[in-house]
């Protein structure tokens, strides 16, 4: 159940983190990548409380983290390097 909790609270941290990205000056850009960060360790996280002894794998959790994966790479690769 908490592995649940942890996964739906990284949704609105991707949301505000690529409009960071896309919208944000260039300190502040710097912060989306860092909440982007923050979501890929989530990510980290939910897997272990998820494969805690006694419990078995959610058949959904490689879907349900390809979202903060794809977006990662989506960002980096269409957002300008230089302002």
């Known amino acids: ?26 300190t502040l850009r710097l912060a ?7 979501g890929l360790m989530l990510d980290t996280v939910d897997g272990m409380v998820a494969r805690k002894p006694g419990r078995r794998a959610c058949s959904e959790a490689c879907s349900i983290s390809r979202p903060t994966a794809l ?3 989506s960002c980096g690769c269409a957002l300008p390097i230089y302002d």
């Open 1 to 26: 159940m908490l592995a649940n909790w942890i996964t739906l609270s990284r949704f609105p941290l991707l949301l505000l983190s690529v409009l960071i990205l896309y919208f944000g000056s260039a």
């Open 32 to 38: 989306g990548v860092a909440l982007l960060f923050l």
């Open 71 to 73: 977006t990662s790479w």
